[in-house]
């Protein structure tokens, strides 16, 4: 069950937004409403495990990532254009340091697939999926950002 | 003396992280060629010829993992150098079974991982 490879996920999440963007994690005291604008990111892996990783995140943190990865102001159109991409890169890289975490001593090879995002409607989805297993919503830079990780059949 | 390089991969994002990097480092490059996918990048690779290739690996259309072994398979080609810039679990694995890749860099990097990696290829001179 993937689970249980939760808090390994999360530092992957942390790791790479750290890295990437210099954008730090932290938990909620309770629990946060849904993003204003937020996008759905999934990438799908196989392999020692089969599954997916997903991010509900804000829209304005993927122009966040892009305005700190590319020295702009955090409202320049620049940024904005490329949020999906940049939450999109985020997924690719936080599943790229997560797998080996759960190789578990399997030497089968990982494969990756290319991740996707889409609109997220929040007012049918959110609640249901915060309580889903295998989820953790952090603040990232003051926005709601959901991980999920799990089997995938 | 100036460098070409080509930068693949399907994160608009990354391809302009590491542009910058060579930007704001000063390095010594002068075209920088930018390709979404291997496809594109072939494709590229068969107009202008490059210094350095800059490779993800997980793309759409042709991985890197395809677009690379093209590369090194191409009597044309074959002696460009190729460094991977991925997030794959495997990319070290594919590199070792491949002696025309020059280096692998692991994502997320750092601006120093990309500036020492020119240092390391192109024999460059950073600040």
Same mark, same amino acid.
């Given at each position: 069950?993937?689970?249980?490879?939760?808090?390994?996920?999360?530092?992957?999440?942390?790791?790479?937004?750290?890295?990437?963007?210099?954008?730090?994690?932290?938990?909620?005291?309770?629990?946060?409403?849904?993003?204003?604008?937020?996008?759905?990111?999934?990438?799908?892996?196989?392999?020692?495990?089969?599954?997916?990783?997903?991010?509900?995140?804000?829209?304005?943190?993927?122009?966040?990532?892009?305005?700190?990865?590319?020295?702009?102001?955090?409202?320049?159109?620049?940024?904005?254009?490329?949020?999906?991409?940049?939450?999109?890169?985020?997924?690719?890289?936080?599943?790229?340091?997560?797998?080996?975490?759960?190789?578990?001593?399997?030497?089968?090879?990982?494969?990756?697939?290319?991740?996707?995002?889409?609109?997220?409607?929040?007012?049918?989805?959110?609640?249901?999926?915060?309580?889903?297993?295998?989820?953790?919503?952090?603040?990232?830079?003051?926005?709601?950002?959901?991980?999920?990780?799990?089997?995938?059949? | 003396?100036?460098?070409?390089?080509?930068?693949?991969? %399907?994160?608009?994002?990354?391809?302009?992280?590491?542009?910058?990097?060579?930007?704001?480092?000063?390095?010594?490059?002068?075209?920088?060629?930018?390709?979404?996918?291997?496809?594109?990048?072939?494709?590229?690779?068969?107009?202008?010829?490059?210094?350095?290739?800059?490779?993800?690996?997980?793309?759409?259309?042709?991985?890197?993992?395809?677009?690379?072994?093209?590369?090194?398979?191409?009597?044309?080609?074959?002696?460009?150098?190729?460094?991977?810039?991925?997030?794959?679990?495997?990319?070290?694995?594919?590199?070792?079974?491949?002696?025309?890749?020059?280096?692998?860099?692991?994502?997320?990097?750092?601006?120093?991982?990309?500036?020492?990696?020119?240092? %390391?290829?192109?024999?460059?001179?950073?600040?």
């Amino acid at each position: 069950m993937l689970e249980q490879n939760l808090n390994s996920a999360v530092e992957a999440l942390a790791e790479s937004l750290e890295t990437m963007a210099f954008v730090s994690l932290l938990p909620f005291d309770e629990a946060p409403k849904a993003p204003a604008t937020p996008i759905h990111v999934s990438i799908a892996f196989s392999g020692a495990a089969t599954g997916q990783l997903e991010l509900i995140a804000d829209e304005t943190l993927g122009s966040k990532i892009v305005a700190n990865i590319m020295g702009l102001e955090t409202g320049d159109p620049e940024a904005a254009k490329r949020s999906w991409d940049a939450l999109r890169e985020l997924a690719n890289v936080t599943c790229g340091v997560l797998l080996p975490k759960i190789q578990n001593g399997s030497t089968e090879v990982f494969q990756m697939a290319v991740p996707t995002a889409c609109a997220f409607d929040a007012t049918a989805g959110w609640d249901a999926f915060v309580a889903s297993p295998g989820v953790m919503v952090l603040d990232a830079d003051g926005t709601p950002l959901a991980l999920r990780i799990a089997d995938r059949n | 003396m100036s460098h070409s390089v080509l930068i693949v991969d %399907d994160s608009a994002t990354t391809r302009a992280l590491i542009k910058r990097t060579i930007r704001v480092a000063q390095l010594p490059v002068g075209d920088v060629y930018e390709a979404a996918n291997g496809k594109d990048a072939l494709e590229l690779l068969g107009c202008v010829k490059v210094d350095l290739v800059l490779a993800d690996l997980n793309m759409p259309e042709m991985d890197g993992f395809e677009m690379t072994r093209r590369i090194l398979a191409d009597p044309a080609l074959r002696l460009t150098p190729v460094v991977l810039v991925s997030a794959e679990p495997n990319a070290a694995q594919f590199a070792e079974h491949h002696s025309g890749i020059r280096g692998l860099i692991r994502k997320p990097f750092t601006p120093e991982g990309i500036r020492n990696l020119f240092n %390391d290829i192109l024999g460059v001179v950073h600040a």
